[in-house]
């Protein structure tokens, strides 16, 4: 027999070298099941090597060496934990062989394998243990390594197909709602910009619950272990094993990338994994998005099967569900039947008929209701014939246009896409199946964006939000509503064609589409209309929405009330399902306000600038007594205020406007600083000086803090009244309201000249983690002369980073350049920054815009 040292030697060589060779192996071949199955198979051989030197020689009856998990499935991957059973006959041989178990994992250790470790006698596999459900479902997966055979047999073959039969019902539902629960922490979509391929939903761990289901729901009716290739339908086997081998793939090369169990495929990730076209045969054009894309398609599929079984399993709930069920058992009717809250078809041979096959999704669209496996496996039968002779044009768009008005539209569109059905209706949305914009800001697929953005409409009325309400009040004044539906379907196919301008695009598929469906001509001008403009109000939103000429210009464009609505519900919904952050309160709020104004604006103009003593209005009046009881005059303060002043603030806030700026004698910077629901909010009211913009911004970044939106406001007696509104990126504030004293005390330093601002940004850039962008942002500057009549308008998109918008005021206040309005917006990783500017009180001329362009770029770039 070999010494121990001997022993220890060669494994750890056999390790390392065959470690290598399987990674070489998966560099040159990139495939993941090979990689597993040969890191599975290498593991085996040194345990195998170590029983024979410290197991056998001691005990070759009564214990059996078992692999659980995906050892077990022989699925270990590169850098996996390493799960194994000692099952022992009795406690006797337990106690007996305690220090050779113990040295045999401490070899294994030495090696730095990641082992899990499990002991357990023959009668303690028998007993279900309710806090430790993680080992009943890794016995799923046991295989036999070494030691008494029979002893695995016994197990193997007689005590958990018994077991599992028994207490089936129980494991099923613990681990559904352990899937749920881990759904739900990724926000139940499998559509993530950086997502985990083993935890987040469509990925491994899905394939594996999914293979568990079927498992132990087989198990619970043959009382013994099925055959493999029986488990899943025979329609989404193939599917099913084709993602099983890409996810194992992308995970492979994942741990192989980042050195351990690393499993997040994060930006960088993703380009190196489409560079080096990881789990696809060929190397495909358009880089990591079309990978993504792949991506996407696979654990869609995953996703799918899972949640397919998940709602199969008739979960613990409440009186109330169940009552709830029960009444929804009710909507049966002659064609189909609801079983807790599925929909099944009383006649499954009547799939076949088109009318009735649609009119399931209508049906379960507007009671809320799923597709249960039997039903989809059905509708999966039929397709092929189906697509051989698919709906005709008109009878399309009358299947289509029956489910897009009901409430849970979205979740029947889904459903529909995930089986091939949304397509044979509208071919066109091929060209955005599982498309991805990979821009750090869009965080869904192009396909699912759409049905997120129908699903935002139809929830908006039951939202608790009082924003989202209105909306909802809104869309029921509409006419036809499936008219807006059906432009939110096809928004965005341009995004699948060639060419920098989806809009055009998506405008030219979308004639077609029509054209084929056969819409009444005024239909068609009204949806592609709503196509062509889907972008006007968000380019709106970039402008003083209270200048009379902008808010002209746009209702003159929207030619009738009822393409106003529609538009502003559009675009409510298409930002809203870009990602969770995307509609914030004030943007929410600013798309109302332009479809108020825009709605008001047909025979109405209002002054440029406030001159209290020509004329007065409600709210001057409303001022006015306020500032009385408060003995305050108003009239110098608002002579010459922008007429938007007004509609930005609230009387009670121009009172305290006011009396800050009578203070100034005082204490020359005036602040005001409160909390809001969603951010901060600095006012400022000081007299007007060179660089005052840019300094607070820069004191405001140096505190780390975002400005997310500004108004900056001027009286004709040079008062500045600057508001910015922040988000505090670490709690400074909001955890230490100490802290709020010397935040307002910095900024007045810095105004005051007091304290260094270059220096102050120093030490925040050394602070900041070393984040790189992982979207490149082309800086572009424009000017425009036309939408204002007394400012220029530029706007700035940069690279959004630490003191931009410092750094871009202060070449303003370099040019002589005087703030008007700031209107601050970033998506994702993109600045798109506003400013109406003069100079010495007129517009830019042309010479002054070139020196400006000239001198930000410099600026910009250099950053």
């Given at each position: 027999?070999s010494?121990?040292?001997t022993?220890?030697t ?5 390790y390392v070298?065959?470690?290598?060779r ?14 597993t ?16 030197e410290?197991?056998?020689p001691?005990q ?12 077990g499935?022989?699925?270990?991957f ?8 000692f ?11 305690r220090?050779?178990?113990r040295?045999f994992c ?11 470790a ?9 007993q ?9 479902i ?27 039969s ?25 559509f ?30 043959q ?14 086997r ?23 169990d690393?499993?997040?495929?994060a930006?960088?990730?993703?380009d ?7 789990g696809?045969e060929?190397?495909g ?6 990978w ?80 249960p ?16 002779s ?9 299947y289509?246009e ?11 569109l ?15 949305l091929?060209?955005?199946?599982s498309l ?19 699903e ?7 939202s ?11 869309l ?14 096809l ?42 403009t ?17 808010l ?7 030619g ?49 600038r ?5 004329a ?7 001022i ?11 009239e ?15 009387p009670?806030e ?8 009578e ?10 600083l409160?909390r ?6 600095l006012?400022?009211v ?21 400005i997310?939106?500004?108004?900056a ?36 330093d810095?105004?005051n ?5 270059e220096r ?25 002369n ?10 700035v998109?940069?690279q ?14 370099h ?18 920054d ?18 400006l362009?000239?001198?930000?770029f ?6």
């Amino acid at each position: 027999m070999s010494t121990a040292a001997t022993v220890r030697t060669e494994l750890r060589e056999l390790y390392v070298t065959e470690s290598s060779r399987t990674q070489q192996e998966f560099v040159s071949c990139g495939s993941g099941l090979k990689a597993t199955a040969s890191r599975t198979e290498l593991v085996e051989r040194i345990l195998l090597r170590l029983w024979s030197e410290l197991i056998s020689p001691v005990q070759s009856k009564s214990l059996a060496l078992v692999a659980l998990g995906g050892f077990g499935r022989q699925a270990l991957f590169p850098h996996s934990d390493v799960d194994i059973l000692f099952l022992h006959a009795e406690h006797a041989t337990e106690d007996m062989l305690r220090d050779p178990i113990r040295a045999f994992c401490q070899e294994l250790w030495d090696l730095r394998m990641k082992l899990g470790a499990t002991t357990r006698t023959l009668s303690e596999c028998e007993q279900f243990d309710p806090q430790n459900v993680e080992f009943t479902i890794s016995l799923l997966d046991s295989r036999f390594l070494a030691g008494d055979h029979e002893l695995f047999s016994r197990l193997h073959d007689q005590i958990l197909p018994r077991f599992f039969s028994r207490e089936a019902n129980y494991i099923i539902q613990q681990l559904a709602e352990v899937t749920h629960s881990r759904h739900a922490k990724y926000g139940n979509t499998v559509f993530h910009l950086e997502p985990n391929v083993k935890e987040a939903p469509g990925g491994l761990r899905d394939f594996n619950v999914a293979s568990w289901f079927s498992l132990l729901a087989a198990m619970d009716k043959q009382r013994t272990w099925p055959a493999p290739e029986t488990l899943l339908p025979e329609s989404s086997r193939r599917s099913f094993r084709l993602a099983q081998a890409f996810l194992s793939s992308v995970r492979a090369f994942l741990h192989y990338r980042q050195g351990r169990d690393d499993n997040m495929l994060a930006w960088e990730s993703q380009d190196e994994a489409a560079a080096r076209s990881i789990g696809v045969e060929e190397t495909g054009e358009g880089g990591a998005a079309a990978w993504m894309r792949g991506y996407f398609r696979h654990a869609r599929a995953v996703h799918y099967e899972c949640l397919r079984l998940l709602e199969s399993v008739p979960a613990a709930r409440s009186s109330l569900y169940r009552h709830f069920q029960s009444f929804r058992s009710r909507f049966s009717n002659a064609d189909f039947s609801v079983v807790d809250g599925a929909v099944f078809l009383q006649q499954p041979s009547a799939v076949r008929n088109p009318d009735l096959l649609f009119r399931i999704f209508s049906f379960a669209a507007h009671h809320g209701l799923k597709l249960p496996l039997a039903t989809a496996s059905r509708i999966e039968q039929i397709l092929p014939a189906l697509a051989e002779s698919p709906p005709s044009g008109p009878q399309s768009w009358r299947y289509l246009e029956a489910i897009l008005i009901e409430p849970q539209a979205a979740e029947a569109l889904r459903s529909m896409h995930s089986l091939g059905l949304l397509t044979l209706l509208l071919p066109e949305l091929k060209l955005i199946d599982s498309l991805v914009v990979r821009d750090f800001y869009h965080r869904f697929t192009v396909d699912e964006h759409s049905f997120l953005a129908i699903e935002c409409l139809h929830r908006a009325g039951q939202s608790n939000s009082e924003w989202d309400q209105r909306y909802g009040r809104l869309l029921q004044e509409l006419e036809r509503p499936e008219l807006l539906y059906l432009a939110l379907l096809l928004h965005d196919v341009g995004k699948g064609m060639p060419g920098g301008n989806h809009v055009v695009g998506s405008l030219d598929v979308a004639q077609e589409c029509m054209e084929r469906l056969c819409l009444p001509a005024e239909d068609r001008e009204t949806v592609a209309f709503l196509i062509a403009t889907h972008l006007e109000i968000s380019s709106v939103l970039r402008r003083d929405i209270y200048d009379p000429t902008t808010l002209q210009l746009f209702a003159e464009k929207m030619g009738t009330p009822e393409r106003l609505k529609m538009l502003c519900l559009l675009t409510y919904a298409d930002i809203k399902a870009v990602n969770p952050e995307a509609l914030t309160p004030w943007k929410a709020e600013n798309v109302w306000q332009v479809y108020i104004a825009a709605a008001n604006c047909m025979s109405r103009s209002a002054d440029q600038r406030l001159h209290p003593t020509a004329a007065k209005d409600e709210a001057i009046t409303r001022i006015e007594t306020l500032a009385r009881r408060a003995g305050k005059e108003t009239e110098p303060f608002l002579e010459g205020l922008p007429k938007r002043y007004l509609r930005t603030y609230r009387p009670e806030e121009t009172v305290r406007h006011l009396e800050m700026a009578e203070a100034l004698d005082e204490a020359p910077v005036q602040l005001h600083l409160e909390r809001g629901r969603h951010w901060f909010e600095l006012t400022l009211v000081t007299r007007d000086r060179p660089f005052l913009f840019s300094n607070v911004a820069g004191a405001m970044a140096a505190w780390g803090m975002n400005i997310v939106k500004a108004d900056a406001f001027s009286n004709g007696g040079g008062v500045v009244v600057d508001t910015f509104f922040f988000t505090d990126r670490f709690r400074t504030l909001e955890l230490n309201v100490g802290e709020w004293d010397r935040f307002q005390a910095s900024i007045v330093d810095v105004l005051n000249g007091e304290a260094d601002l270059e220096r102050m940004l120093r030490d925040r850039m050394r602070s900041e983690p070393k984040n790189f962008a992982k979207v490149k942002v082309e800086t572009q500057i424009e000017f425009d002369n036309e939408c204002s009549t007394h400012s220029t308008l530029v706007q700035v998109i940069a690279q959004d980073r630490l003191g931009l918008l410092h750094r871009i005021c202060s070449r303003f206040s370099h040019q002589h350049c005087n703030i008007e309005i700031a209107l601050i917006d970033t998506e994702g990783q993109m600045a798109i920054d506003v400013f109406y500017l003069t100079a010495d009180g007129a517009k830019l001329s042309p010479a002054k815009q070139e020196e400006l362009r000239a001198d930000l770029f410099e600026e910009l770039e250099a950053g």
